[in-house]
């Protein structure tokens, strides 16, 4: 498997000089599998223009466009650069749309589809020259060919948002970000009026269940792409239940699960490229050769597996 990021930033896109060297495109990741001629591309921020362009050079040339997109999630920050990716106006382009919807009444091809309407765009989804299949996705196993193994597991975002955990000949690649801890939402206060004990201690038990679900979905992975967009001290002050994970957190759990490296990923888009420098140097010095590596992402990096 051949990773590139494409785009690294959460929210909102944030070009200017204080993010060159990180990147300031929202998320998008590209996955080539060399030996079967696969391109899979995890989410469809606005780092997918570039990708687009790319591709545009490196794989018409060859005959017409094919490949998936996986979504991890319909936020706009992950969906935006699809009306700027410039393969879906090509004729005999073929692409596969997959992800969670959060609302049975409004499909996957409404919600990122619908962007291409002219009260928001001026080309509308029909007039575009690819064919474009979308297919709502679950937790669950799926053989996608080529040898290619996809499980995928729901994380804790304010809405439904999909992990993957990609299997190739023997090398696995997962993503888990735009999640934080699960943690207890009943009262937990017996002096609280509204306290239920057997409630309390049921919310407990799920949010360690699936804390460790979380945990056994990347275990032993060669490559983790995960939630880093605050430190535990900004998670603490006013971020927890914005569905994104503290630092701390995020390393000490790949640790456990033995997972090989890790790329912090989804960076604020008020993080610039000093601040990141310096996290950096905080949170990536190994010591242990034998532990997990850590390292920031930045778009355009290479990564074999």
Known sequence: MQIRFWGVRGSIPCPGPQ????????????????????????????????????????????????????????????IMGFPFFTPIYIPGTEISVNGPVSFEEDTLEKVVGGQLTYRYFPVRQTDLGAKIEYHQ??????????????????????????????????KVFCTTYDTEPFYNVFITDPDDPSYDQIMA????????????????FIRGADLLVQDAQYTQKEYNLDK??????????????????????????????????????????????NTNPHDTALFFAKEGVDIEL
């Open 19 to 78: 993010t060159m060297k990180y990147g300031g495109n929202t998320i998008c990741i590209e996955i080539r599998f060399p030996e079967v001629n696969r391109l899979i591309i995890i989410d469809a921020g606005s780092g997918l223009r570039d990708l687009g362009n790319h591709m545009m050079t490196r794989d018409l040339p060859n005959g017409p466009i094919k490949t998936s997109i996986y979504l991890s999630h319909t936020h706009w920050d992950h």
């Open 137 to 170: 996705l679950k937790e669950g196993e799926f053989d996608l060919g080529d040898g290619i193994k996809l499980i995928t597991k729901y994380l804790n975002h304010p809405i439904l948002c999909l992990g993957y955990r990609f299997e190739y000949r023997g």
């Open 240 to 285: 927890a239940g914005w569905g994104h994970s503290p630092i701390e957190f995020t390393i000490a759990q790949a640790k456990r699960a033995k997972v090989k490296s890790m790329a912090l990923f989804h960076h604020d888009p008020m993080r610039t490229d000093k601040q990141l420098d310096i996290l950096s140097q905080t949170y990536c010095t």
């Open 201 to 216: 201690e049921e919310g407990d038990l799920v949010a360690a269940e699936q804390n460790m679900a979380v945990e056994n």
